[in-house]
């Protein structure tokens, strides 16, 4: 079956600092890929998205690329702050609109 | 707009006891999905509901967990007799149709069952 395996955490960064956060998956067809993050006592909040190979998502600065040649959708954003500091959930959801597979989650901590 | 609204937001209980959550999802969301979140891992789909149909309920535990959406609108997930497993955040999602790209999730229900 689909399944969603991310960088295991927790990762810790200094205000400012390049973050990655990697993700790859396996599927059959071409599904959608996600990125959610999960802020202290909230729901999961979509942050980025793609639907195609070569699809670029991006919002509040992070961004991830479709690459269905490596199956992968790595989160990546230039320049973090301490606000950044969350869970980030990677996910998919299959061709056919079926089931959302979630990764385990990364906890991001971003210190002043 | 108002987001998805789910109460309790906390609950403790003793083993074998009966727990119910409770979900509004957004305004005009036909589709309706419940979650269960353990500690440290993502959310894993419970069931789905179209309007007020369930449409895909497999990774419901039957024996234990039940679910309903009258409807079409709010809804509720039921555990009885619950056990010290079903500790976890139940989380409720909504969408405006089946497919739709974004899924709008509540806070979550953290259940701790001693």
């Known amino acids: 079956g689909d399944s969603v395996t991310q960088m295991e955490g927790p990762v810790t960064l200094s205000e400012e600092a390049f973050l990655t956060i990697n993700c790859t998956y396996t599927?059959?067809?071409?599904?959608?890929l996600f990125w959610y993050v999960q802020y202290p006592g909230e729901g999961l909040q979509l942050l980025l998205k793609?639907?195609?190979?070569?699809d670029k998502g991006s919002n509040k600065g992070f961004e991830a690329t479709y690459r269905k040649e490596t199956t992968s959708f790595h989160l990546e954003k230039g320049s973090v702050q301490v606000s950044d500091s969350a869970v980030y959930f990677c996910?998919?959801?299959?061709?056919?609109?079926?089931?959302?597979?979630f990764g385990d989650g990364t906890t991001l901590t971003v210190k002043p | 707009e108002a987001g998805v609204v789910q109460s309790p937001r906390y609950k403790i209980i003793e083993k074998k006891q009966p727990v119910a959550f409770w979900c509004n999802p957004i305004?005009?969301?036909?589709?309706l999905y419940w979650y269960r979140q353990n500690l440290g891992q993502g959310p894993e789909l419970l069931i789905r509901?179209?309007?007020?149909?369930?449409?895909?309920d497999s990774q419901l535990p039957k024996d234990r967990f039940s679910a309903e959406r009258l409807k079409g609108v709010d809804s509720t997930l039921k555990i009885q007799p619950a056990e010290l497993g079903d500790s976890a955040v139940y989380l409720c999602?909504?969408?405006?149709?089946?497919?739709?790209?974004?899924?709008?999730f509540g806070p979550g229900t953290r259940l701790l069952v001693l």
């Open positions: 305004s005009g969301h036909n589709t």
């Open positions: 509901y179209e309007n007020e149909e369930a449409v895909d």
């Open positions: 793609a639907t195609k190979a070569d």
């Open positions: 996910a998919l959801r299959p061709a056919n609109a079926g089931k959302s597979t």
């Open positions: 599927a059959t067809g071409y599904p959608s």
């Open positions: 999602a909504s969408s405006l149709v089946r497919g739709a790209e974004t899924q709008y």
